[in-house]
């Protein structure tokens, strides 16, 4: 009998021991689950909050764009190129009393948001019709066709989206493409 109870004993020493490894690892495991879930919330929110700031990017870009046609860009600008601006039309200074063409028209083909470390590169492909001097054309039915693209770095500078470089390209006139869709 004796030797039965120290069996049983053995038995349930073992039996202790086996229950409280799988009770470690099942708190182990949980632990782990708890710490993935969490790492996977902080992932979905900083993924929502780029891509609110994407939309926001990408909303400002196109103000941006027409406002740059419309000669208000420098409203966009970052302090820092604000002046680098200023200092270049200073230096390339022209006369004032340039008649000058307005945008008639803007067609945006493509606007593409990259998220850099802490900025936003952004390339635009979009269409202008511009106008001609006070309206006039030299020939009736003459309109200034565009295909420009623009790549436009945004930043967060006290708060607020600003550009802190802009290129702006023209890719083909707008006369090219229509002798080549007319032939």
Same mark, same amino acid.
């Given at each position: 009998?004796?030797?039965?109870?120290?069996?049983?004993?053995?038995?349930?020493?073992?039996?202790?021991?086996?229950?409280?490894?799988?009770?470690?690892?099942?708190?182990?495991?949980?632990?782990?689950?708890?710490?993935?879930?969490? $790492?996977?919330?902080?992932?979905?929110?900083?993924? !929502? #909050? %780029?891509? @609110?700031?994407?939309?926001?990017? /990408?909303?400002?870009?196109?103000?941006?764009?027409?406002?740059?046609?419309?000669?208000?860009?420098?409203?966009?600008?970052?302090?820092?190129?604000?002046?680098?601006?200023?200092?270049?039309?200073?230096?390339?200074?022209?006369?004032?009393?340039?008649?000058?063409?307005?945008?008639?028209?803007?067609?945006?083909?493509?606007?593409?948001?990259?998220?850099?470390? $802490?900025?936003?590169?952004?390339?635009?492909?979009? !269409? #202008? %019709?511009? @106008?001609?001097?006070?309206?006039? /054309?030299?020939?009736?039915?003459?309109?200034?066709?565009?295909?420009?693209?623009?790549?436009?770095?945004?930043?967060?500078?006290?708060?607020?989206?600003?550009?802190?470089?802009?290129?702006?390209?023209?890719?083909?006139?707008?006369?090219?493409?229509?002798?080549?869709?007319?032939?």
């Amino acid at each position: 009998m004796e030797n039965r109870l120290k069996l049983v004993n053995i038995l349930l020493i073992i039996l202790v021991v086996a229950l409280s490894l799988v009770l470690f690892n099942v708190v182990a495991a949980n632990q782990d689950l708890k710490q993935t879930n969490a $790492d996977f919330s902080n992932d979905v929110e900083q993924t !929502k #909050a %780029t891509q @609110t700031e994407e939309k926001e990017v /990408f909303t400002q870009t196109e103000q941006f764009l027409t406002d740059t046609l419309k000669g208000g860009s420098i409203d966009y600008f970052t302090k820092r190129y604000r002046k680098e601006v200023e200092q270049t039309l200073s230096e390339n200074e022209t006369s004032q009393d340039v008649d000058v063409s307005e945008m008639k028209d803007l067609e945006i083909y493509n606007i593409s948001v990259r998220k850099q470390d $802490d900025s936003y590169k952004v390339y635009a492909l979009y !269409k #202008a %019709t511009l @106008t001609g001097i006070d309206d006039e /054309f030299v020939n009736p039915g003459d309109q200034p066709l565009l295909i420009l693209m623009s790549t436009i770095t945004w930043i967060n500078e006290d708060g607020e989206l600003k550009v802190d470089a802009h290129d702006l390209e023209p890719l083909v006139s707008g006369e090219q493409v229509i002798q080549e869709i007319s032939s």
